[in-house]
């Protein structure tokens, strides 16, 4: 769905009778966005990325990614680097798990490897830097630089990452997995009354959707 359109929907719940009445008919649509903002944030970082951590499966990130292609890769003459401009905010998450790939923009199949800033005196060291020709990218604040393996004659790339909602345009689709949608709306009511954020279920069981 849209971004306009999950923002009508919590409003169309907020006229609702399941809806607290200390909400109801209350709220802006930007007063709703902030409060899904934070709602998303909570499911992705709180829910979604720790059960991804306990089960080893970081492909459960997946399920919220947008791909942006043809985005330039830029040359900063200084450094001696060449780089990219993030195009949206990105979820931040440890190891930066935020950006999910990054390739060539027509061969998705060598993807670019992740390493941590600052860390390319190691991997120069290393057997590694000799055998494989791949290039590796960092994160610096809303650039991405790349290593010197990146060829010259790549001027464009693919990027999936997973977006901020509040970067987003009320008419950028919005990734929400399946069996989510009730849980989003209970955390932005948790939100809007002022109350810690909490994924409730059932049957006692916290990792029951």
């Known amino acids: ?15 609702g009778g399941n809806c607290p009445p200390a ?4 709220y802006h649509p930007e007063i709703i966005a902030k409060h899904i ?14 059960e991804a951590e306990r089960n080893s499966d970081f492909t459960l990130l997946d399920d919220y990614i947008k791909t942006f292609t043809k ?11 060449r780089f990219i401009d993030l195009p949206v905010r990105v979820v931040p998450l440890p190891k930066n798990r935020g950006i999910r790939f990054i390739s060539d923009q027509k061969n ?9 800033n600052n860390s390319d005196d190691m991997y120069s060291d ?5 055998i494989s020709d791949r290039a590796r990218y960092y994160k610096e604040n809303d650039k991405i630089f790349f290593s ?28 929400v997995p399946s069996g989510f949608g009730k849980l989003i709306f209970d955390l932005v009511f948790q939100s809007m009354q002022g109350m810690p954020l909490t994924k409730k279920s059932n049957d006692g069981n916290p990792n029951t959707v």
Do not use: C, W
């Open 1 to 15: 769905m849209k971004k306009i359109q999950l923002i009508k929907l919590v409003q169309h719940r907020l006229s």
């Open 23 to 26: 909400l109801k008919g209350k």
């Open 37 to 50: 903002q934070l709602a998303m944030n909570y499911l992705i970082k709180e829910i979604t990325y720790l």
């Open 71 to 81: 985005i330039e890769v830029k040359e900063d003459s200084d450094r001696e680097e």
């Open 108 to 116: 998705q199949s060598v993807q670019y490897l992740y390493r941590e």
């Open 126 to 130: 290393l057997d590694v830097d000799r």
């Open 148 to 175: 010197r393996h990146l060829p010259s004659s790549i001027k464009h790339v693919l990027i999936k990452v997973i977006p901020d909602f509040e970067s987003l345009d009320y008419e950028d689709e919005l990734n």
